[in-house]
């Protein structure tokens, strides 16, 4: 089945600085990578997602890269925010299955 | 509107006790799932149904008996519970079309 390994567990920034969170997964059918943020007492909500067919996705100041030769993934975030602050999920899966596997999450701390 | 829902959100039990879980979603999703996030925040996928029907059984004791009388519900049944079983239980569900799985905002179990 997949593995999906995710760092760094904990990550402390500035505010206004820039966030790197990485994932690798194992399974080279996987096609379809969702970053999830979840907020303290709330389910984890879909923040950006890329499919295999793409390196790179932005939405404002949140961007996925994806390297499906090397079988990673990253989130990017600049111009942290305290409102960033979450715990950060990326996944893995198969388009269509639904199925998907979880990395072990990123905490995010952003100081103000 | 809600669009997954979970009931209740908080739920404390002595050990040894049967409790139920219910989940509602109003999206019209084929696919609905369970997953459990432990204290170190992990995201296991527990069950995942598709139009009633079983899909993913995940490595969960048969104390666990989830329940789908409709499409929209998908009902945890736990028995005879154990210290172990105290975590956040995660309602989702997913459309096929897009993959995205969308969160309810969990029931925390405590089993003393």
């Known amino acids: 089945g997949e593995n999906v390994e995710q760092h760094p567990s904990t990550l402390s920034v500035q505010e206004g600085d820039s966030a790197v969170i990485k994932c690798t997964y194992s399974d080279s059918a996987s096609n379809y990578f969702p970053w999830y943020k979840q907020e303290l007492g709330k389910g984890p909500q879909l923040i950006i997602d890329i499919r295999s067919n793409v390196g790179e996705k932005k939405d404002q100041r949140i961007a996925v890269t994806l390297n499906k030769t090397a079988k990673h993934f990253s989130l990017h975030i600049t111009e942290t925010q305290p409102e960033d602050s979450a715990v950060y999920f990326c996944a893995a899966g198969k388009s269509g299955y639904s199925t998907l596997t979880f990395g072990k999450g990123t905490m995010l701390l952003v100081s103000p | 509107d809600t669009a997954v829902s979970q009931t209740p959100k908080y739920l404390v039990t002595q050990m040894g006790n049967d409790k139920s879980i219910k989940c509602e979603q109003n999206l019209g999703h084929d696919t609905m799932y369970w997953y459990k996030q432990d204290s170190k925040k992990f995201l296991k996928i527990m069950f995942s149904?598709?139009?009633?029907?079983?899909?993913i059984n995940e490595t969960v004791p048969n104390r666990f008996s989830p329940k789908s009388p409709d499409k929209a519900h998908l009902n945890l049944h736990i028995n005879s519970l154990e210290l172990g079983d105290s975590a956040v239980y995660f309602c989702a569900s997913s459309s096929p079309v897009s993959d995205e799985q969308f969160f309810g905002p969990g029931t925390r179990l405590t089993v003393l």
């Open positions: 149904y598709n139009n009633k029907e079983l899909i």
